[in-house]
């Protein structure tokens, strides 16, 4: 498998990049917010989706940054910043447009009822595989799908 690399600049760009990320882990440490660069990002362990309906065992994950450029703003719910080792699993990536304009806030659904949201000036986000793949003990099931 190539190693994905993705670019987000409008909601049907963040959809896909949304469902490649589903599942995957990460922890508070591997968060960063540079407020002077506008810049937030995430280091996280993928579960490798597009592999997965190729396959019924052998599921992988892999390490991948996410990287949101033109942030405003960083809030968070549900989650101990405090607590670097606390581990953190997203569920989907959704945008809400404020108005007219291409502002809005850009909202990570974890699980847990935890939430990261980002005040942005537009979406422009880009994710990329960062590291070689490893086996993943299980894939990832959701009750009721």
Known sequence: MTDLKLVALDSEDLAVVSA????????????????????FSVAANRF???????KRKGFERRRAALVFKRVLAVRSTGIDRKNRDDVLSLLAIRFEQKG????????LVLSGAATIVLDVECIE??????????????????PGA
Do not use: C, M
Request: charged share 30%; net charge negative.
């Open 20 to 39: 490649h990320l589903q599942d995957s882990v990460f922890k508070v440490a591997d968060i960063a917010w540079s407020p002077r660069d506008g810049q």
């Open 48 to 54: 490798v989706w597009e592999e997965a309906a190729r």
């Open 100 to 107: 007219e304009g291409p502002d809005g806030t850009i909202e």
């Open 125 to 142: 986000i880009q994710l990329a595989d960062i590291g070689g793949a490893w086996e993943a003990a299980s894939r990832p099931r959701h």
